[in-house]
Nanobody, 122 residues
Framework: QVQLLESGGGSVQAGGSLRLSCAAS????????MAWFRQAPGKERDFVAA????????RYAGSAKGRFAISRDNAKNTVYLQMNNLKPEDTAVYYC???????????????WGQGTQVTVSS
């Protein structure tokens, strides 16, 4: 089992940058595939980016490609989401998620953090 705690959210103007962090508990973090999702007010939770347990493969939603970068530091039990050129439509609560790696990218994730708010003003 793993517990997740996001941080790094805040308010920023359009065109700005933020780096989100997700700190995980447990000694087996390096065996978990990780991902970021987001949920805007009144909308469903959407996939943003994912990274495999080894860090050798990543995947992005179309809206994130070229602007966001997911990375991880297994020695620090932390996954990151660097967000550049932020837009008002990126405003949402961002969630970190984890799943014990079974090969490939997970279709679903088992563990979720509480979320961190990102607000982008125009």
């Amino acid at each position: 089992q793993v517990q997740l705690l996001e941080s790094g959210g805040g308010s920023v103007q359009a065109g700005g940058s933020l780096r989100l962090s997700c700190a995980a508990s447990g000694r087996t973090f390096s065996r978990y595939d990780m991902a970021w999702f987001r949920q805007a007010p009144g909308k469903e939770r959407d996939f943003v980016a994912a990274i495999r347990w080894s860090g050798d493969a990543t995947r992005y939603a179309g809206s994130a490609k070229g602007r966001f970068a997911i990375s991880r530091d297994n020695a620090k039990n932390t996954v990151y989401l660097q967000m550049n050129n932020l837009k008002p439509e990126d405003t949402a609560v961002y969630y970190c998620a984890a799943k014990w790696s079974l090969g490939g990218f997970p279709a679903e994730y088992d563990y979720w953090g509480q979320g961190t708010q990102v607000t982008v003003s125009s």
